[in-house]
């Protein structure tokens, strides 16, 4: 609800809609006929269609990276602190293009789109999309734009997995990728993870296997579980601790379930809230991407002979108290791009926030990002001269 | 640049493949890739350091080169370069033998704290030389190991290093024909090129 616009916000922002006829084939083995795109861009595009930053989003993103709707808007985009006019993503060098990924929930073809074969919501029968998927509509979408090569793609743990899936498929077409808290496949505790978040939601009774909307229900409790799951994962001990503490909502033990610590309150309200803007099937299909990521499975386990391919240049960036996607997950790409020869700068910024410190503007975080941000502009612009 | 610095230039061949252990903000790496077309990678943990690197176009790593360098294969650089940085490490013996096994050769430049200047100082004063070029006191120093131009020779014996070639500087990178003679007594900085 900003009363003037910040200076150095994109300010206001609408989003625009990409229809795609030509079928896409998936990975799964199915084939999506046509299907669309909500995206949103900030800054211009230079003549040379030079200047384009693609950034693509984490499992629960979407397309309002930067910017507000309406001014009656409470927040702005979720990349808000990181892209704007002056900001480490300057919109006043580069055209910024932020998409929702195919199977989201935010604008884009997804479970809760129609099927134009049935005339129904897709639901259960949206086809399992993949970070490789995702990669190739996100090629349409540049193509669609005019965009031949970006000058950097830039994403955070889903998002990041989906930049370095970019450098292998397409290595002409991006000069920089900016990989950020990330991993070049999950771990199998992160599988975990994901797995008891699926149950959840398809153990709770309002799932109806997947056709909630068809039986007028949402399976809130399953979802809002699952969030609160992931939640906690993406916190540091020290951030929460922090935060709450032992902090009581009495002044006394109440010996029941009701909530006793303001932690238990949090979770819950966060989980609520979450249930509100999100799809349980889009949610569970996000994660399905995460898992199945894994393009050394390619090379036989070896990583860097798959990214041996890249041309572009790197920078990896992790943060200290994130133990979702830790340093040394970062480090396996750092060591496979060094194995490979790739050019590649890698920083583990001092954070207290966890895995969500991605998300935060971090000064040393956000100093690494524009300083290097800063030189592909430099290059951008003396190739256009 | 710093005359270390100008000096092992000479003896880097181009195109090679080089590793930069506490590059810094990344003079001499930067000016082999320039000028050798070298490829190669700094480690820093500077965070000023590393955002210097990160401005040039310098690949640079975040590393801590005392929590180990086993994520670097053996013989995989042509050369590992070291300058000014080795009586910071724990253990400078174990560090040499890694460097030793990453990098087919190996560049490393120190202080010499057997010069006449260190040695009047702590004779005469009976305190630790505080000087320009070691501008510390003993207890807030990063150098935490002092060792001599023959120290360095002698590990390198003890451990079967072949010294390919040396030199021995003065501040103002002169090397007379007295530091020549006398390095352990008058060179402020010594420069070892070494391989197995």
Redesign the interface.
């Given at each position: 609800m900003p009363d003037v616009i910040p200076a150095d916000s994109v300010g206001i922002v609408t989003p625009q809609i990409a229809q795609f006829d030509t079928p896409l084939a998936l990975s799964c083995g199915q084939t999506l006929s046509s299907y669309q795109l909500v995206y949103e861009t900030y800054g211009t595009l230079n003549k040379n269609a030079s200047n384009a930053i693609l950034i693509c989003h984490a499992l629960s993103g979407d397309h309002h990276a930067a910017g507000y709707h309406t001014m009656s808007d409470t927040k702005p985009g979720w990349w808000d602190t990181a892209i704007g006019p002056g900001k480490a993503i300057d919109t006043n060098k580069f055209f910024v293009i932020a998409l929702n990924n195919l199977g989201g929930c935010c604008g884009s073809t997804g479970p809760t789109s129609i099927n134009p074969e049935t005339g129904q919501r897709w639901e259960a029968s949206f086809p399992i999309v993949t970070v490789e998927d995702w990669v190739e509509s996100q090629a349409r979408l540049a193509d669609l734009l005019g965009i031949q090569t970006f000058a950097a793609i830039v994403g955070g743990s889903l998002g990041g997995m989906q930049v370095l899936e970019w450098s292998i498929r397409f290595p002409t077409r991006l000069k920089s990728a900016v990989i950020v808290a990330s991993a070049p496949k999950l771990s199998t505790q992160n599988i975990a993870f994901n797995e008891v978040a699926r149950q959840s939601i398809r153990r709770d009774p309002d799932f109806f296997d997947g056709n909630y909307l068809e039986n007028n229900s949402v399976p809130t409790n399953g979802l809002g579980l699952a969030r609160m799951l992931g939640h906690i994962t993406y916190l540091s001990d020290d951030a929460m601790g922090a935060k709450f503490g032992r902090q009581m909502r009495h002044d006394s033990y109440q010996y029941n379930y009701g909530i006793e610590f303001e932690v238990e309150s949090y979770l819950r309200y966060q989980g609520e809230a979450f249930t509100k803007r999100f799809d349980a099937n889009t949610y569970m299909l996000m994660t399905k991407a995460l898992d199945y990521f894994d393009p050394a499975s390619q090379t036989n386990g070896d990583l860097s002979a798959v990214l041996s391919r890249a041309q572009c240049e790197f920078l990896l960036v992790s943060f200290t108290t994130d133990w979702r996607f830790a340093p040394e997950r970062s480090e396996e790409i750092v060591n496979a791009l060094v194995k490979a020869g790739k050019l590649v700068s890698y920083a583990k910024i001092e954070a207290t926030e966890g895995h969500d410190a991605f998300l935060f503007p971090i000064p040393r975080y956000m100093a690494v990002l524009s300083t290097f941000l800063t030189r592909i502009a430099s290059n951008v612009t003396t190739e256009t001269l | 640049m710093r005359s270390d610095l100008e000096m092992i230039d000479e003896w880097i061949q181009p195109n090679i493949?080089v590793l930069d252990l506490a590059c810094g903000p990344g003079e001499l790496l930067h000016h082999l890739i320039q000028n050798k077309k070298v490829?190669g990678?700094g480690l820093e943990i500077g965070?000023d350091d590393?955002?210097t690197?990160?401005?040039k176009?310098?690949?640079?790593?975040?590393?801590n080169i005392d929590e180990g360098l086993q994520?670097?294969?053996d013989q995989?650089f042509d050369l590992v370069l070291m300058t000014h940085a080795l009586q910071q490490f724990r253990r400078p013996d174990l560090l040499i033998d890694e460097m030793l096994r990453i990098g087919k050769e190996c560049i490393i430049t120190f202080p010499n704290f057997g010069h006449w200047r260190s040695r009047l100082h702590l004779a005469l004063k009976g305190r630790m030389p505080v000087s320009d070029f070691l501008p510390y006191n003993w207890y807030d120093t990063p150098n935490i190991h002092f060792f001599t131009f023959q120290d360095f020779e002698r590990l390198c014996h003890e451990k079967n290093i072949k010294i390919l070639r040396w030199a021995a500087v003065d501040g103002h990178l002169k090397d007379h024909w007295w530091i020549r003679s006398m390095p352990n007594l008058f060179s402020e900085t010594a420069i070892f090129h070494i391989s197995r």
């Amino acid at each position: 609800m900003p009363d003037v616009i910040p200076a150095d916000s994109v300010g206001i922002v609408t989003p625009q809609i990409a229809q795609f006829d030509t079928p896409l084939a998936l990975s799964c083995g199915q084939t999506l006929s046509s299907y669309q795109l909500v995206y949103e861009t900030y800054g211009t595009l230079n003549k040379n269609a030079s200047n384009a930053i693609l950034i693509c989003h984490a499992l629960s993103g979407d397309h309002h990276a930067a910017g507000y709707h309406t001014m009656s808007d409470t927040k702005p985009g979720w990349w808000d602190t990181a892209i704007g006019p002056g900001k480490a993503i300057d919109t006043n060098k580069f055209f910024v293009i932020a998409l929702n990924n195919l199977g989201g929930c935010c604008g884009s073809t997804g479970p809760t789109s129609i099927n134009p074969e049935t005339g129904q919501r897709w639901e259960a029968s949206f086809p399992i999309v993949t970070v490789e998927d995702w990669v190739e509509s996100q090629a349409r979408l540049a193509d669609l734009l005019g965009i031949q090569t970006f000058a950097a793609i830039v994403g955070g743990s889903l998002g990041g997995m989906q930049v370095l899936e970019w450098s292998i498929r397409f290595p002409t077409r991006l000069k920089s990728a900016v990989i950020v808290a990330s991993a070049p496949k999950l771990s199998t505790q992160n599988i975990a993870f994901n797995e008891v978040a699926r149950q959840s939601i398809r153990r709770d009774p309002d799932f109806f296997d997947g056709n909630y909307l068809e039986n007028n229900s949402v399976p809130t409790n399953g979802l809002g579980l699952a969030r609160m799951l992931g939640h906690i994962t993406y916190l540091s001990d020290d951030a929460m601790g922090a935060k709450f503490g032992r902090q009581m909502r009495h002044d006394s033990y109440q010996y029941n379930y009701g909530i006793e610590f303001e932690v238990e309150s949090y979770l819950r309200y966060q989980g609520e809230a979450f249930t509100k803007r999100f799809d349980a099937n889009t949610y569970m299909l996000m994660t399905k991407a995460l898992d199945y990521f894994d393009p050394a499975s390619q090379t036989n386990g070896d990583l860097s002979a798959v990214l041996s391919r890249a041309q572009c240049e790197f920078l990896l960036v992790s943060f200290t108290t994130d133990w979702r996607f830790a340093p040394e997950r970062s480090e396996e790409i750092v060591n496979a791009l060094v194995k490979a020869g790739k050019l590649v700068s890698y920083a583990k910024i001092e954070a207290t926030e966890g895995h969500d410190a991605f998300l935060f503007p971090i000064p040393r975080y956000m100093a690494v990002l524009s300083t290097f941000l800063t030189r592909i502009a430099s290059n951008v612009t003396t190739e256009t001269l | 640049m710093r005359s270390d610095l100008e000096m092992i230039d000479e003896w880097i061949q181009p195109n090679i493949r080089v590793l930069d252990l506490a590059c810094g903000p990344g003079e001499l790496l930067h000016h082999l890739i320039q000028n050798k077309k070298v490829s190669g990678y700094g480690l820093e943990i500077g965070p000023d350091d590393l955002n210097t690197c990160i401005k040039k176009g310098i690949p640079v790593l975040e590393q801590n080169i005392d929590e180990g360098l086993q994520n670097f294969d053996d013989q995989s650089f042509d050369l590992v370069l070291m300058t000014h940085a080795l009586q910071q490490f724990r253990r400078p013996d174990l560090l040499i033998d890694e460097m030793l096994r990453i990098g087919k050769e190996c560049i490393i430049t120190f202080p010499n704290f057997g010069h006449w200047r260190s040695r009047l100082h702590l004779a005469l004063k009976g305190r630790m030389p505080v000087s320009d070029f070691l501008p510390y006191n003993w207890y807030d120093t990063p150098n935490i190991h002092f060792f001599t131009f023959q120290d360095f020779e002698r590990l390198c014996h003890e451990k079967n290093i072949k010294i390919l070639r040396w030199a021995a500087v003065d501040g103002h990178l002169k090397d007379h024909w007295w530091i020549r003679s006398m390095p352990n007594l008058f060179s402020e900085t010594a420069i070892f090129h070494i391989s197995r």
